[in-house]
Every structure is written in C-alpha cells, then in structure tokens.
C-alpha cells in the first residue's frame, strides 16, 4: 500500500510507486447492521477488531483521527485476521477488513452490515506496483515492460468481467457453487476500487500527487512517520502510456 511505501522512505528505503491498482484504499470498518455503528464517531468505547499492524491498523488509525476521535476513545482488539467469525461470534463490536472482501462473504451469510469505508475519511493511496530505484535505473526496459502488462490485465478484466473470473476459476477447482458466487462478487467489488474520479481524468493507473501529500500528512500526525519525503522521489507514472 502507499501507506508502506512512506514507511519506507522514512527510513531511506529507495522504493518507488510506478502505478495503482486500488484507486482507492480498500479497508474498512464493518459492523453488525443492529450494532448501531454507522459512522466513525459510533465507535467511541467500543471494540474493534483487527490485525494489530500492516494496512488495516494504519487505516482504522486514521479514521479515528479524522473523525475527531483519540486512539484512547477506541478499544483496538488484536484478532488476527479473524474478522468473520469475532464478528459473527460477537467477541467485537466492529472488524476492519477490505471493503472488496468481508462483507461479501457476511452478506452471504444472512448477516447485515453497516460499513464504514476508509475513503470517506481521507485520501490515503491505495495498493500498487512498487520497485526499487536501482532496478529502475538498471533495467527500465523490463520496469516498463512490467508496468504495461499489469495495466494490461486490469484493462482486459474491467472490459471482460466474466471472462476473467472463469480464467480465475482455473486456478481455485475446489471451489463449491456457492463460493464461485461470493467470488464472483469480490473480483467486481475489486474492480470498483480499480478507479476512481482521478483514474477517470487521467487514466488507469495513475496516481494524484496531491493524495501523496495528504497520506504523508495524516501519517505524521499519527507518529507513524517521522519526516516527509517530496513526492516526486518516490511517484514515478513514466512507464504508464
């Protein structure tokens, strides 16, 4: 994720983001529908539950925090990546998983859920494709050649959904019907995610500067970075047509 890619560069790691594959970053928070969270100043004196580092952690962070919330107002339970059943087994009041991912399966279980996505509360860069300077440097032919196919496959799969998930289903034959069907609906979920208005404007792939900027603001009011690096050190798009 961005989020990992300014962690790095913190602490000099020369890696560099070529291109986005989440337009928009994926985790949310999600709760019981009765649970009676449905923003993020709900959550005050409740229990989520989560993986206590990585992507997740960082984001449920930042939700607090821009919901005029301290860390302190929230009880964070580290759940590993349990989220389904403390959820469904009510051990926390609120899971953080991906908006693509959780609650599609929830839903397939009869359960209704309220849903709290990361996006609606800042800007932070989603998932993407990153090297290192030096292969950049060594090889830009093959840097290239990576970047043009990835965007490629997202190219083919937004214009051939279900072509696409029928290439998937090669590789996952234990697959029972009503698993292909939850599936199904997490690859077009993801897709969603594939683009935003940015995206739109400037074509897939493509990443805004200026969310770079926010993300590396939110993370150091959080103390989860420790100096700002210029954004053009570290977002490189020239390989993307």
Known sequence: GGDQVLIARAQEIPVVYLMSLYADFPPSIIAKADSGIKTAQDLKGKQVGLPLYGTNLMAVKAII????LEEKDVNLVDIGYTQIP??????VDAVVGFANNEPVKLKAMGIAINKINSWDYFSLVGHGLISGEEKI??????????????????EYALANPEKTFEICLKYLPELGEEQKEQERQVLRLSMVLWENEYTREHGLGHSAPEDWVDSQRLMMELGL?????PVEKFLNLSFLP
Do not use: F, H, W
Request: no cysteine; proline share 3%.
């Open 225 to 229: 970075i420790s100096k700002e690096t």
């Open 137 to 154: 440097a060594s090889n830009p032919q093959q840097v290239k050649r990576l970047v043009r196919a990835s965007l490629k496959g997202l």
């Open 65 to 68: 925090k821009r919901a005029g």
């Open 86 to 91: 403390s959820l469904v087994e009510g051990k």
